[in-house]
């Protein structure tokens, strides 16, 4: 009945839904190539400071261990271990002072406990799903104007879905965040498993 009548309106109800598939299916795939992206960076980033961190842990032991040895030479093997404690003490006590001086200008709270209230969304703030909607051609069909209508209320949909998950991340305890990951995983795993 409904291709009968989209037949007589002029338009193939087929190729519109096929069209509406292809959209999603092209922001799907943008949306997982970006993460994925996003992905990639950051754990090049965070190998990159791991091992300058090694880096520097190995030249600092190079520099007490060359410490020692030009102190031994003139003065003894007690003296220079003596020397490389007193520099290893001097920089641990350095440390020390330093993160108590930080820590008492800036005292954190847990987030988990105590959640900041996230702000709330400006209008000028990108929405991720609306932008994505091309603008509706102006000899479009009576179909094209209800399936344009029907994508454009899903995106305003998916936004407000995406802002709240949004807040929700920035709100919620660590405990109910990690909860809903775990049965995400496992919703995941279980429709992977009967496909």
Same mark, same amino acid.
């Given at each position: 009945?409904?291709?009968?009548?989209?037949?007589?309106?002029?338009?193939?109800?087929?190729?519109?839904?096929?069209?509406?598939?292809?959209?999603?299916?092209e922001l799907?795939?943008?949306?997982?190539?970006?993460?994925?992206?996003?992905?990639?960076?950051?754990?090049?980033?965070?190998?990159?400071?791991?091992?300058?961190?090694?880096?520097t842990?190995?030249?600092?032991?190079?520099v007490?261990?060359?410490?020692?040895?030009?102190?031994?030479t003139?003065?003894?093997?007690?003296?220079?271990?003596?020397?490389?404690?007193?520099? #290893?003490?001097s920089?641990? !006590? @350095?440390?020390f &002072? $330093?993160?108590? %001086? *930080?820590?008492?200008r800036?005292?954190?709270?847990?987030?988990?406990?105590?959640?900041?209230?996230?702000?709330a969304?400006?209008?000028?703030?990108?929405?991720?799903?609306?932008?994505?909607?091309?603008?509706?051609?102006p000899?479009?069909?009576?179909?094209?104007?209800?399936?344009?209508?029907?994508?454009?209320r899903?995106?305003?949909?998916s936004?407000?879905?995406?802002d709240?998950?949004?807040?929700?991340?920035?709100?919620?305890?660590?405990?109910?965040?990690?909860? #809903?990951?775990?049965?995400? !995983? @496992?919703?995941? &795993? $279980?429709?992977g %498993? *009967?496909?």
């Open positions: 009945m409904l291709r009968a009548l989209s037949r007589v309106l002029g338009v193939n109800l087929d190729r519109k839904l096929a069209q509406l598939h292809g959209r999603f299916d799907t795939t943008r949306a997982i190539a970006h993460a994925t992206e996003q992905v990639k960076e950051t754990g090049l980033t965070v190998g990159l400071l791991l091992i300058g961190a090694i880096a842990l190995l030249t600092l032991i190079v007490l261990a060359a410490l020692y040895l030009w102190v031994d003139y003065h003894g093997p007690f003296v220079a271990l003596a020397v490389v404690g007193a520099v #290893t003490a920089l641990a !006590a @350095l440390m &002072v $330093l993160a108590y %001086r *930080r820590a008492r800036q005292p954190v709270a847990p987030l988990y406990l105590n959640p900041a209230a996230s702000p969304p400006s209008a000028s703030s990108p929405v991720l799903v609306s932008a994505a909607l091309p603008p509706l051609p000899n479009a069909s009576l179909f094209d104007h209800l399936t344009h209508r029907f994508s454009t899903v995106a305003a949909a936004d407000e879905a995406l709240a998950a949004i807040h929700a991340m920035r709100t919620s305890s660590r405990p109910a965040l990690f909860g #809903t990951l775990a049965a995400v !995983a @496992l919703v995941g &795993v $279980l429709i %498993r *009967r496909r």
